[in-house]
């Protein structure tokens, strides 16, 4: 089975901190996506990147920044926390080739920006 | 950005009642996903949808998808407990990008 595994499952960090989430796939995925996740919103995508050093905004970029260095390796970075960055953050993978591949989704970071 | 748009929000039926969930957007899909969410972990695939008219079924759930490609509904049958959670639709937008309803809430109490 595909491992998604996210760094944290809880996180609380402090207005204008450098916050980073990470996540890691074991199933040499090429696709890697960041969600977040708002009662009422459903999934909206941040960024997601479909090979290393590759990345592409998704509908929700403006705040946050990404790095993939290693294939296996997506971390979303909060350059400076605001409140309204509190949210479930998602991140999923999936092999490349076709359009109908599904997406494996780690358990989520809940994060609190106080 | 696309808009896909689900119904309802929320319901909360008894065990053994039969339940539909609405998947709509304006603009054709090429294929949809549908996903469950349970507390505390994240959305896993139920099923994929891919033509006009397709018909899927996985036990008590059956997945329909619109001749015109712009819908999809999910039918669960005799609703248990254990299908509680929050189901997701996923539009595929091509570039393998997906964009997502915002969820229906299912609770079903014994």
């Known amino acids: 089975d595909v491992k998604v595994t996210q760094s944290s499952r809880y996180l609380v960090k402090r207005t204008g901190e450098k916050v980073f989430l990470e996540c890691v796939q074991d199933m040499d995925h090429e696709n890697m996506f960041w969600y977040r996740q708002d009662p009422g919103l459903g999934l909206r995508l941040i960024y997601f990147?479909?090979?290393?050093?590759?990345?592409e905004k998704g509908d929700i970029p403006e705040g946050y920044s990404v790095s993939r260095e290693k294939k296996e390796r997506f971390s979303l970075i909060l350059e400076s926390a605001s409140t309204n960055q509190t949210s479930m953050y998602l991140c999923?993978?999936?092999?490349?080739?076709?359009?109908?591949?599904?997406?494996?989704f780690g358990d989520g970071t809940r994060l609190s920006i106080l | 950005t696309q808009l896909l748009e689900q119904s309802p929000q929320f319901l909360s039926i008894q065990e053994g009642e039969n339940l539909t969930v609405y998947c709509n957007s304006s603009?054709?899909?090429?294929?949809l996903q549908w996903y469950r969410q349970e507390p505390g972990e994240g959305p896993v695939l139920l099923v994929t949808?891919?033509?006009?008219?397709e018909v899927k079924k996985l036990k008590r759930l059956t997945f329909q998808f619109g001749d015109a490609r712009k819908d999809s509904s999910l039918h669960i049958t005799a609703a248990q407990p254990g299908d509680t959670g929050l189901y997701l639709c996923g539009m595929n937008t091509g570039f393998q990008k997906l964009v997502f309803g915002t969820g229906t809430r299912l609770l079903v109490s014994p």
């Open positions: 999923a993978s999936s092999l490349a080739g076709g359009y109908n591949q599904p997406q494996h």
């Open positions: 949808v891919v033509t006009g008219g």
């Open positions: 603009s054709v899909f090429s294929s």
């Open positions: 990147s479909y090979d290393v050093k590759m990345k």
